[in-house]
T-cell receptor, first 117, second 112 residues
């Protein structure tokens, strides 16, 4: 089955530590995204990538870093500079345009919940 | 700046009691309005895309409609398994692949 796999499901970070969240997709989608979800708030975009070896900052990129070395993979590193990392992190992917040039929906993985020890 | 407001924040229904969820939006040139369902501890699951005022989409007990300022998600004769948080998102004309603005969701509980 095609889909988006995020791992681990739960992650704990010690103070001063960098942690990396994995996101892999086998949908052959061009674009991939990272969102942060906090209780009572909408999803906020951290980073996105439309093509291999290229990515752009979203609305809340400070304290995070990404790479896109393969089309299928878009790992997110939460650095020690992110002072409030506790949240639910969601990875998504999409094709950029449908055959009729329509905007295509983003499809999501099942998330990683990050907490501070 | 694109904005999305969903109401109510939470809704409790008895099984079979139909109702509607609201998504009000402000966007510069709508390029798509998306509805998602999210179960606890899971990622959002795509439901519908709407592109223009007057458009309607249906799936089982759900029907989404769109006007120039808002979208409604109508739930007809809901069942307990319809309990979830429903998210609305918009993409505006200035959007590249990044520009998807989400509302904070409506948490729906359907009681048996």
């Amino acid at each position: 089955d095609g889909g988006i796999t995020q791992s681990p499901k739960y992650l704990f970070r010690k103070e001063g530590q960098n942690v990396t969240l994995s996101c892999e997709q086998n949908l052959n989608h061009d674009a991939m995204y990272w969102y942060r979800q906090d209780p009572g708030q909408g999803l906020r975009l951290i980073y996105y990538s439309q093509i291999v070896n290229d990515f752009q900052k979203g609305d809340i990129a400070e304290g995070y870093s990404v790479s896109r070395e393969k089309k299928e993979s878009f790992p997110l590193t939460v650095t020690s500079a992110q002072k409030n990392p506790t949240a639910f992190y969601l990875c998504a992917s999409s094709i950029l345009r449908g055959q009729d040039n329509s905007n295509q929906p983003q499809h999501f993985g099942d998330g990683t919940r990050l907490s501070i020890l | 700046e694109d904005q999305v407001t969903q109401s109510p924040e939470a809704l409790r229904l008895q099984e079979g009691e139909s109702s509607s969820l609201n998504c009000s939006y402000t966007v510069s040139g709508l390029r798509g309005l998306f509805w998602y369902r999210q179960d606890p501890g899971k990622g959002p699951e795509f439901l519908f895309t709407l592109y223009s005022a007057g458009e309607e989409k249906e799936k089982e007990r759900l029907k989404a409609t769109l006007t120039k300022k808002e979208s409604f998600l109508h739930i007809t004769a809901p069942k307990p398994e319809d309990s979830a948080t429903y998210l609305c998102a918009v993409r505006g004309a200035s959007g590249s692949a990044r520009q998807l603005t989400f509302g904070s969701g409506t948490q729906l509980t359907v009681l048996p």
